[in-house]
């Protein structure tokens, strides 16, 4: 028979509200806490930054968003959608196949007030503790707090839904730059371009957020150099922009401030743009050391989502990085609701830890540090494997979209994705 348990969701954007509707398909009792005033997490667009730009003082003021101003998705609206809830099928005057931010919200509002979720969400509430009250019975304690009034309730399952592009992760390494006194900042405190005109900038980092800034920044900056710790990037001027050129990762920072790349090349730059991503981070949780969060990594988790441990009563969603987001989440969700139900099972904790074990020797074997241990461009299995447990076929279309994103990303084409796009798939 079908069981009933009393969850808590943390955090109401794409994870917290896939994962409600989920559990409450599955009948289960919902509470989704949420922090802000409003749903849809990194798709509101919050125009304030921190006051520490690169995100290491503990005691600054946390602002969630990371977005900015002229973000439009990195996939096409197709994969911007839920199984039965697509983005394509709505329209908000936007027809572009990569719509921009204020369209992925307004379909976030759409989706929580068709399925009705608001009802389950209590706002301007945070939580700050999530505790396991008894190891053999698991059930947690969820302190939150809502207009300095903290609320202490015990539940019998806790989905963790926090969000893992808020902590700025910058790179600072044994090269110097901690120490380098001009100006430094992450890209979680970038709104618009205007503070990097006529300014020579060093942008580090070589995934979406590298690229679409050092295009952005460069219609007002003087000079961006792009510098990265990959094999595959050439060291080369850009042919598109004049004022963009890539470079190898940083090699020191002299004792003059200027900066020496590891192509041999010093320039004496204004500016350090970290855009190196995210760390995981979820303060409040109190588990006995049974889940251990260290920089990037959330572990031991049984496919990105159960500590075994604590399975199937402490889960996460959204941890993937690099990921089909919105469809992986949705179906890590229905994992999740149908494992508390008890109409899926899991194998036995040593199974998982065994399954673990495997999935981080493969990470090392592979010549990948741990910081990969939720970067999905080199797992496109996961969907396939979480959907066959819930006896369900994706489209494979959807996996050809986004490995066809990868390959163009890869391959240098990333430019022309959106023609190239509508050519080869005809949308
Ligand atoms: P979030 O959206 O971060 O939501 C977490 C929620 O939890 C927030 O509402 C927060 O307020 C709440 N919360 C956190 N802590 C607490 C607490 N203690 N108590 C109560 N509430 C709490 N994905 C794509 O698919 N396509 C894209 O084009 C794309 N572009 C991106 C661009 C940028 C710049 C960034 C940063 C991310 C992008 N992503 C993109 C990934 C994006 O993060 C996911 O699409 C998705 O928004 C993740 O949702 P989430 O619910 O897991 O986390």
Redesign the pocket.
Known sequence: MATSLKVAV???????LIAARELQRESHQVVA????HRL????VYDPRFESDLLGLDLNREII?G??YKS?R???PRQL?SFIDFKLNDKTYGDERLFPGHEEVLKFLEDFAGYFELTELIRFN???TRVELVDSEIIEFEVESKTNGVNTVEVFDAVVT???H??EPRPALNDTGIEKWSKKQMHSHNYRVPEPFRDQIVVVIGNGP?ALDLSREIATVAKEVHMSSRSPHVKVSKSEKFSNIWQHAKIDCINDDGTITFEDGLSIDAHIIFHCTGYKCHVP?LKTNGIVRVQDKRIGPLYKHVFPPQLAPRLSF??LPERSL??LI?ECQSKWIAKTLSMKISLPSKDQMLRDIKEHHGDIEDDGFPKAYTHFFEIENDYIDWVSAQLGMNVEKKFAEMFKYIIYCAISGNYDDIMNLFKVKFGI
């Open positions: 943390i955090g109401a954007g794409v994870s917290g806490f949420e922090k802000s849809g997490g990194t798709w969630h990371s977005l973000l998705t990195n996939l911007m509430t945070v939580v839904c926090n969000g592009n808020n957020s409040f969603v959204g987001t919105f989440v």
